[in-house]
């Protein structure tokens, strides 16, 4: 695999001192989708889909599970389970791209609530927006409530924050035109480090 491959696999030195691994989601990450979705908290919830979405459908977890890494690219962090040798995807990151304007997608984050803030999101983004950028897409819009600085503020690591639309209900839509890969691309610039792997 080559080493500049945005899709390689990597490790990821996290804010808490921990190693986090991240690459593509794969079909099989199904069950610890559905247990991470459970997981989350009404806010979270209500954060990532503007309502209390209680289950996935049949055809929305096939879909959310069969990234294509052309149209549709997701990533996922896992970590050790109980410093053992197996891993558990905490957090997801992924991008749908415009079926209109092919160098547009629409990005969406989450981690699992006790994994927030020591840095995953960030490191996601990063892996995410890499990809992104080698398959053609210059920019991302996500939906977030206004007041959601977290969001914006990842967006705003990865790329700088153009046109917001507002969408009701206090949602709006922020386009994001993503840095072209760099030197330090894979280095995000607060708090976690990566070493690609
Ligand atoms: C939005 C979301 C994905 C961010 O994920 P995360 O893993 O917490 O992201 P990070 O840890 O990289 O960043 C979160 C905050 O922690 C801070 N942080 C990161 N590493 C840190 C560290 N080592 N020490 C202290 N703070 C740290 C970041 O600066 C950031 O602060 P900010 O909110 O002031 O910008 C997460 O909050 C989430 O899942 N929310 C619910 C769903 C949602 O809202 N999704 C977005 C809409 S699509």
Redesign the pocket.
Known sequence: MLQNDPFSPRDVV???GSVGHIRPLVPTDREALVAGFNS?SP???I??FFFEKKVFSERELHHLTHPDGIDHLAFV?EVPVEGGPTLLPI?V?RCFRDEHDHSLAE???????D???????????YALAGAAWGVGIRRWF????SD???????LN?VGFLGEETALGSGVVKIVCHLHPPGPGDAQ?P???TFSPG
């Open positions: 996290l804010g808490d989350l806010e979270s919830r954060r990532r962090l957090a990151a990005a969406a984050f989450v981690t699992v609530e994994w927030q803030g020591i840095g995953i999101g960030t490191a996601l983004a996500a939906a977030l409530f959601h600085r977290t969001t914006r503020n990842l690591r995000p607060i708090h976690a």
